[in-house]
């Protein structure tokens, strides 16, 4: 017995802000289960599309998402491990090299999910995960670095 078949995939008015906020056909949900069920079921089907499509999925139930700025976010910043951990619950280490400030507010965006966009995918930092990263920035005589996993990585000027 295989996966059980997945409803059709269109899109159906849920849009995932550049902030982390949730709306849905232009009200934002405001119940935070609910909020917390979709950032840990967002997905990005890289073969829907000439692009790809980010999407929600519940169970069998799936829609196609809106997403303004970034599909996932950086809750926690592991300097010791030179990790990040995402709002679908996954964690993997940071390109410090991707890292790069939002043209909408100057917040920290890195590339995350590379297994499923050569280029990455964009993950927004939440501003605890940020204060941790901006902890571990050194500015040395060769310009700043980031101190992670026991090395100084050089930071792309931001």
Not at 39 to 53: H, I, Q, T, W
Request: net charge negative; hydrophobic share 40%.
């Amino acid at each position: 017995m295989g996966e059980p078949d997945l409803f059709p995939l269109r899109p159906f008015g849920l849009v995932l802000h550049h902030d982390g906020r949730w709306s849905h056909q232009g009200h934002p949900i405001l119940n935070r289960k609910i909020r917390e069920v979709f950032d840990r079921s967002v997905r990005f089907l890289p073969d829907e599309g000439s692009a790809g499509k980010y999407v929600v999925q519940v169970g069998r139930y799936r829609g196609e998402i809106e997403v303004e700025e970034a599909g996932f976010f950086v809750r926690e910043f592991d300097a010791e491990a030179g990790r990040v951990r995402l709002s679908d619950g996954t964690t993997e280490p940071l390109d410090a090299s991707s890292l790069r400030l939002s043209t909408r507010d100057g917040a920290l965006l890195c590339a995350v999910k590379r297994d499923l966009a050569p280029e990455g995918l964009l993950a927004r930092f939440h501003h605890a995960a940020q204060s941790d990263l901006l902890l571990a920035v050194d500015e040395t005589r060769d310009g700043m670095v980031l101190r992670m996993a026991g090395c100084e990585h050089p930071l792309p000027v931001l």
